[in-house]
């Protein structure tokens, strides 16, 4: 079942497991030994471009069902457009399989059937069920009549098998131009699906094929196509998105048609939509061509390349899909749950630090000149077993320019003129003085600490609200932090707007041992979320961090 927006987390949860109407089709093929005990699925992105979040659901779901039911699941290029294809999307799909823990069975290119989908064209052509057809295209669409009326026969319906055959020989060899001529299926201009009023099966296109060069200039359209790469590997259970359940008729037909034994089966389920995100290549193609995200991989993309830079990790990508499961009707998943799942993944497996994004200096007035002290503190709450650091403390350190306010409403607990707050690990500090440029901006706080309140003393004649987190400025190590927002303002709709602040930088300041951390280290920056140092932009001394995901959920439950 999908998260419908406002829908609760553990819900969402209850109904996907029941929901998993797919595998129960498969119970049954078992029991009644359709395909004797196999079970054989694939996954058959075209290489158009980068995978999405979307395509992880799809990537969970094929591979998800070969492991449980102990069969096989093949990676496909469905390469049978010679125009848009490239080899950069082909290496970088297959990256984000694996990244994402699977290994497909086999590897196979659509294009590499073409030899074996001409020969059942030909087939199809001597049983008289597929014929040439001189009609542009704008007559074929014109001939196929409406919802309402049924469409009308192609005057070239009626050639003979040998004029057919002797054709489409020719449209093979070149002697045709684009658009000339198509072959079409010879179903049935009546039919209430329009997917059945004779489609067409073979168009024209000199066009060279990235595989396959220039040895075909007829490709065969992707109706014709899927139904036949899906029956040369054996596939069992080929699962598509709904919109395709109109042309399971169509799918069927083929795979009747060409006589194959125990045809696979085709099974439609609800595609994937997030709140906040636009999942179609075309759209993240034209972002990225645009220059209005940085590539494919830019953090703020649903690509599996960009949250994997962003720093989400395949397990919790993996817990999504199985939390959402499948479902037969399309609706919209909370963007939340996405975060929600990478949060719980890393609460209890990543340390903790102190780092101030937007630091404002505090000196501490009566703590000694020349003094350090270095406090213990525990690396992850709820797991000991990550251990304790040390963190130094002297008289100057930063805070969060956020955290203090001169003149702050109510319910405001932390740092203003004459309050006291804990300082994470540390002492009480109490605000004395606000020193300001003649600008007027504040730059610098006076505070005074309780040397009584020395963390782990057992002192507790006073309580505070706030605790602060703080970095010991003759310690500070400078980091540079992106923070990350929604690249979306709004839903899933092309005319999303796109939001202008999906990207804040910051130069903050870290507690020190972060200078430690490798490439695709995580933590938890205390009271601010998940990060993640980016490898593309670790260089150097520089250390970049990409905020993963904020602390607290935006999530709003409804009603
Ligand atoms: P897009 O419209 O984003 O380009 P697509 O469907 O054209 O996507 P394909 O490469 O053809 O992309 O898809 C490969 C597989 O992934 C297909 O089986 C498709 O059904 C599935 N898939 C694509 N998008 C989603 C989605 N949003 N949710 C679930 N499955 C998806
Ligand atoms: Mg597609």
Same mark, same amino acid.
């Given at each position: 079942?999908?998260?419908?927006?406002?829908?609760?987390?553990?819900?969402?949860?209850?109904?996907?497991?029941?929901?998993? /109407?797919?595998?129960?089709?498969?119970?049954?093929?078992?029991?009644?030994?359709?395909?004797?005990?196999?079970?054989?699925?694939? *996954?058959?992105?075209?290489?158009?471009?980068?995978?999405?979040?979307?395509? +992880?659901?799809?990537?969970?779901?094929? #591979?998800?069902?070969?492991?449980?039911?102990?069969?096989?699941?093949?990676?496909?290029?469905?390469?049978?457009?010679?125009?848009?294809?490239?080899?950069?999307?082909?290496?970088?799909?297959?990256?984000?399989?694996?990244?994402?823990?699977?290994?497909?069975?086999?590897?196979?290119? $659509?294009?590499?059937?073409?030899?074996?989908?001409?020969?059942?064209?030909?087939?199809?052509?001597?049983?008289?069920?597929?014929?040439?057809?001189?009609?542009?295209?704008?007559?074929?669409?014109?001939?196929?009549?409406?919802?309402?009326?049924?469409?009308?026969?192609?005057?070239?319906?009626?050639?003979?098998?040998?004029?057919?055959?002797?054709? /489409?020989?020719?449209?093979?060899?070149?002697?045709?131009?684009?658009?000339?001529?198509?072959?079409?299926?010879?179903?049935?201009?009546?039919?209430?699906?329009?997917?059945?009023?004779?489609?067409?099966?073979?168009?024209?296109?000199?066009?060279?094929?990235?595989?396959?060069?220039?040895?075909?200039?007829?490709?065969?359209?992707?109706?014709? $196509?899927?139904?036949?790469?899906?029956? *040369?590997?054996?596939?069992?259970?080929?699962?598509?998105?709904?919109?395709?359940?109109?042309?399971?008729?169509?799918?069927?037909?083929?795979?009747?048609?060409?006589?194959?034994?125990?045809?696979?089966?085709?099974?439609?389920?609800?595609?994937?939509?997030?709140?906040?995100?636009?999942?179609?290549?075309?759209?993240?193609?034209?972002?990225?061509?645009?220059?209005?995200?940085?590539?494919?991989?830019?953090?703020?993309?649903?690509?599996? +390349?960009?949250?994997?830079?962003?720093?989400?990790?395949?397990?919790?990508?993996? @817990? /999504?899909?199985?939390?959402?499961?499948?479902?037969?009707?399309?609706?919209?998943?909370?963007?939340?749950?996405?975060?929600?799942?990478?949060?719980?993944?890393?609460?209890?497996?990543?340390?903790?630090?102190?780092?101030?994004?937007?630091?404002?200096?505090?000196?501490?007035?009566?703590?000694?000149?020349?003094?350090?002290?270095?406090?213990?503190?525990?690396?992850?709450?709820?797991?000991?077993?990550?251990?304790?650091?040390?963190?130094? *403390?002297?008289?100057?350190?930063?805070?969060?320019?956020?955290?203090?306010?001169?003149?702050?409403?109510?319910?405001?607990?932390?740092?203003?003129?004459?309050?006291?707050?804990?300082?994470?690990?540390?002492?009480?500090?109490?605000?004395?003085?606000?020193?300001?440029?003649?600008?007027?901006?504040?730059?610098?706080?006076?505070?005074?600490?309780?040397?009584?309140?020395?963390?782990?003393?057992? /002192?507790?004649?006073?309580?505070?609200?706030?605790?602060?987190?703080?970095?010991?400025? +003759?310690?500070?190590?400078?980091?540079?932090?992106?923070?990350?927002?929604?690249?979306?303002?709004?839903?899933?709709?092309?005319?999303?707007?796109?939001?202008?602040?999906?990207?804040?930088?910051?130069?903050?300041?870290?507690?020190?041992?972060?200078?430690?951390?490798?490439?695709?280290?995580?933590?938890?920056?205390?009271?601010?979320?998940? #990060?993640?140092? @980016?490898?593309?932009?670790?260089?150097?001394?520089?250390?970049?961090?990409?905020?993963?995901?904020?602390?607290?959920?935006?999530?709003?439950?409804?009603?």
């Amino acid at each position: 079942m999908t998260l419908e927006k406002g829908k609760s987390i553990e819900q969402t949860e209850n109904e996907a497991i029941s929901s998993n /109407f797919i595998q129960s089709i498969i119970d049954e093929d078992l029991e009644k030994g359709v395909y004797g005990n196999r079970v054989h699925t694939r *996954f058959p992105p075209e290489p158009n471009g980068y995978l999405h979040i979307g395509h +992880a659901k799809s990537i969970c779901l094929n #591979f998800g069902l070969a492991e449980k039911n102990k069969g096989k699941c093949n990676l496909r290029f469905d390469d049978t457009n010679p125009v848009k294809e490239d080899v950069e999307y082909v290496e970088s799909i297959k990256e984000d399989v694996n990244w994402l823990g699977f290994q497909w069975d086999g590897l196979y290119y $659509a294009s590499d059937y073409f030899q074996k989908m001409y020969e059942c064209a030909v087939k199809l052509i001597k049983k008289g069920k597929a014929y040439v057809c001189d009609l542009s295209s704008e007559e074929i669409k014109a001939y196929r009549g409406t919802l309402n009326e049924p469409g009308k026969d192609s005057p070239y319906r009626n050639r003979s098998i040998e004029e057919n055959f002797e054709l /489409f020989d020719k449209m093979k060899n070149g002697e045709f131009k684009d658009g000339e001529k198509v072959l079409r299926a010879k179903i049935d201009m009546a039919s209430p699906n329009l997917n059945m009023r004779d489609p067409v099966i073979y168009r024209i296109s000199h066009n060279s094929h990235h595989n396959t060069g220039d040895s075909w200039c007829i490709y065969p359209m992707y109706d014709y $196509a899927h139904p036949l790469e899906d029956a *040369f590997e054996y596939i069992t259970h080929s699962i598509c998105t709904l919109e395709f359940e109109d042309h399971r008729p169509l799918y069927d037909w083929v795979l009747r048609e060409l006589e194959f034994e125990a045809p696979p089966k085709q099974i439609e389920f609800a595609r994937l939509n997030l709140t906040n995100t636009v999942m179609s290549k075309r759209y993240l193609k034209a972002l990225v061509d645009d220059g209005v995200v940085e590539a494919w991989d830019d953090p703020r993309m649903p690509t599996i +390349a960009g949250l994997r830079r962003r720093g989400y990790t395949p397990e919790s990508i993996r @817990d /999504f899909c199985d939390r959402i499961g499948v479902a037969k009707s399309n609706s919209t998943v909370d963007i939340a749950l996405l975060e929600h799942c990478i949060r719980e993944d890393l609460k209890p497996k990543v340390e903790t630090r102190m780092v101030v994004l937007d630091p404002l200096k505090v000196v501490i007035t009566n703590y000694p000149e020349g003094q350090v002290e270095w406090f213990d503190i525990e690396n992850n709450k709820e797991n000991e077993d990550l251990g304790r650091r040390k963190v130094p *403390f002297s008289k100057e350190i930063y805070i969060e320019k956020a955290d203090f306010m001169e003149n702050p409403p109510k319910k405001f607990f932390r740092l203003y003129p004459g309050n006291e707050v804990r300082l994470k690990g540390a002492y009480f500090v109490k605000c004395q003085e606000v020193i300001k440029n003649p600008k007027g901006d504040i730059i610098e706080l006076r505070c005074t600490y309780d040397p009584e309140t020395r963390s782990g003393s057992g /002192f507790n004649a006073r309580k505070v609200k706030g605790t602060l987190h703080w970095v010991d400025a +003759a310690h500070a190590q400078k980091v540079t932090v992106n923070a990350y927002s929604h690249l979306m303002v709004e839903n899933e709709t092309e005319e999303s707007v796109l939001n202008p602040d999906s990207l804040t930088v910051y130069n903050g300041f870290a507690e020190p041992g972060i200078e430690e951390t490798k490439p695709g280290g995580r933590y938890q920056f205390f009271r601010h979320g998940y #990060f993640f140092a @980016d490898p593309k932009l670790t260089k150097g001394n520089e250390y970049i961090f990409n905020r993963i995901v904020e602390l607290k959920s935006s999530y709003k439950k409804k009603g």
